[in-house]
């Protein structure tokens, strides 16, 4: 399998603080890969180096073969790197439709172009026409979600989205995860083990900044290293 | 308010019928000044760029078709294409002084390149006639063929059509794409990017566009008034049109031509009242609009809701 991402030595400092240390991760087209980790440990750092809103201290990331280490977030974005962030964000004077729209704008041939796609998410995601100030925070997450995929990703990066959905908004988001076409890859960032169990090809643990393990759900779910370094902060 | 548009613009055509020469052209400066705020709307209300430097741009559009007026052309188009190129060359040309800049820094840097403009234009005596003034421009006529826009009425007219089609072409245009993206980059602009727009793009033909608009404002002002010195374009001013947007909300154009005119008005008449205390009565406005003005509508949505 072709990797559709590859990142190598990638590294990050906030201060004296090594956020990331040489991280090396490949992703093969079409896979579901899981990043987990206690607070702090370094995963939403990783989203932000491969979607190019921080610049890496050292390393290199390659998406599709290009190497984009060098690129601006829109330039990767284009390239069709889509992204949910840990804390939803949408323009909210626009109404849902248009944050839809535009979001997915500048890979379908502009806003006009993309409405049709939008009003079919829009409606998918159950999601009523109003400002997008107006939503509920379970909302937000959804409209997120529909927004990276009107851009039609390649890869997909999901920030922590099942974070404060109620148990009905969890099993849409399951499904709406579940149910993604093979053509997008997915690195999802996620707490809820359920969800990664249930959803990822494969794992990687991370521990402040160190790389600690990857492997499929069942080797990372048996192994005891994975356990001690997770032992304190989640189970 | 939307309901308010037809009066208003019936009331626009009727006023030189009604209104003597003198106030048909102070009506006229108001309209001038209205199209300017309009541009200082689009970079503060849509775009989320404060500004105090579109007076900048406003300057070198006047000047640009005064010489025109002066020494060669007298069609009123001609010289509104020239006033919309030059304003827009000179906001090209600072682009990359501002395109960086954001919030108040963006407000500080314009403010200095007005600061500037006027500074030059009060020096530059050969083109703009110091600070004596530029006079003796002739009354243009709108189109080859067409008669001169010799009185008062006319020239108000002219400039009410102009400002009327500009006007029409900016809400349309806003209300389409374009407007998207320029609110979704004052929105949140992290997230713009995140989608794949250039916002630094976008911004830099907002503000192009915007100097294009206040450089037309600007010949339109030589039609008018006739005569040019630098303090038609000084710090007041600027600060003048920053209210007017602030008071007819920031994200709108349209709104933005009501609140000058209201800014304007009050302006004249308490001056008249108070001779002498013009800018400090600005600054008191000033000081109403950025306290009252958010509650006072929090308060009215809260009533019609
Ligand atoms: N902008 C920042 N400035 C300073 N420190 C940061 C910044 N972003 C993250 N950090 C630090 O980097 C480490 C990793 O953070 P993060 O990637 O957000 O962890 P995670 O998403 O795994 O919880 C944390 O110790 C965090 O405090
Ligand atoms: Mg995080």
Redesign the interface.
């Given at each position: 399998m072709r990797a559709l991402l590859a990142v190598d030595a990638l590294s990050r400092r906030y201060g004296s603080l090594v956020a990331l240390d040489r991280i090396d991760l490949r992703i093969g087209e079409g896979e579901r890969h899981a990043l987990i980790g206690p607070n702090g440990a370094g995963k939403t750092t990783l989203l932000d180096l491969v979607a190019g809103a921080a610049r890496p201290d050292g390393g290199r990331i390659w998406v599709a073969g290009r190497d984009v280490t060098r690129l601006g977030p829109a330039r990767r974005a284009r390239l069709g790197v889509g992204r949910i962030h840990q804390r939803p964000a949408a323009w909210p004077s626009l109404s849902t439709l248009d944050n839809i729209a535009v979001a997915g704008a500048r890979r379908c041939g502009g806003y006009r172009r993309t409405l049709p796609a939008a009003r079919q998410l829009l409606s998918a995601h159950g999601l009523p026409d109003v400002t997008a100030a107006q939503l509920s925070h379970g909302q937000r997450r959804q409209l997120e979600i529909a927004m990276a995929l009107a851009g039609r990703p390649r890869l997909l990066l999901l920030d922590e989205p099942a974070a404060g959905l109620s148990a009905v908004e969890f099993s849409q988001l399951s499904a709406v995860l579940r149910d993604l076409p093979r053509t997008v890859t997915v690195l999802l960032v996620e707490h809820r083990l359920d969800l990664v169990y249930a959803l990822a090809d494969r794992v990687t643990v991370l521990r402040d900044g160190q790389h600690v393990a990857t492997g499929t759900p069942d080797e990372i779910r048996a192994s005891s290293t994975v356990r001690t370094a997770y032992a304190e902060a989640v189970i | 308010m939307r309901w308010l548009i037809a009066p208003a613009v019936l009331a626009a055509v009727a006023a030189p019928w009604l209104a003597d020469p003198y106030t048909t052209a102070t009506l006229a400066r108001i309209l001038v000044l209205g199209l300017v705020a309009a541009s200082v709307a689009l970079l503060t209300g849509v775009a989320g760029l404060p500004t105090l430097g579109q007076t900048a741009p406003f300057a070198a559009g006047a000047y640009a078709a005064a010489t025109l007026a002066l020494h060669s052309s007298s069609v009123g188009v001609t010289q509104l294409l020239m006033g919309a190129s030059v304003g827009a060359a000179f906001a090209a040309l600072t682009t990359p002084l501002v395109v960086y800049a954001r919030g108040v820094v963006f407000l500080m840097i314009t403010l200095a390149i007005g600061e500037l403009v006027v500074t030059a234009a009060s020096r530059w005596r050969s083109v703009t006639g110091g600070t004596d003034g530029l006079a003796g421009m002739p009354s243009p006529r709108p189109l080859w063929g067409l008669p001169i826009l010799d009185t008062d009425r006319a020239r108000y007219l002219y400039a009410l059509a102009v400002v009327g089609v500009v006007l029409c072409v900016v809400v349309l245009l806003l209300r389409?794409?374009a407007g998207?993206?320029l609110?979704?980059c004052?929105?949140?602009e992290?997230?713009?990017?995140?989608?794949?727009?250039?916002?630094g793009a976008y911004l830099a033909i907002a503000y192009i566009a915007a100097g294009a608009i206040a450089g037309l404002a600007g010949s339109l002002l030589v039609t008018t008034q006739q005569y040019l010195s630098p303090a038609d374009f000084g710090f007041d001013v600027a600060a003048l049109l920053l209210l007017g947007v602030v008071i007819g909300g920031a994200?709108s154009v349209v709104g933005a031509i009501a609140g000058t005119a209201v800014v304007l008005a009050a302006r004249d008449w308490l001056s008249g009242l108070l001779p002498g205390r013009g800018p400090l009565l600005l600054g008191a406005l000033f000081i109403a609009a950025a306290y009252v003005l958010p509650r006072l509508r929090f308060m009215l949505r809260r009533v019609v809701a």
């Open positions: - | 389409g794409p998207m993206y609110r979704g004052r929105d949140d992290a997230r713009m990017r995140a989608s794949g727009h250039p916002v994200g």
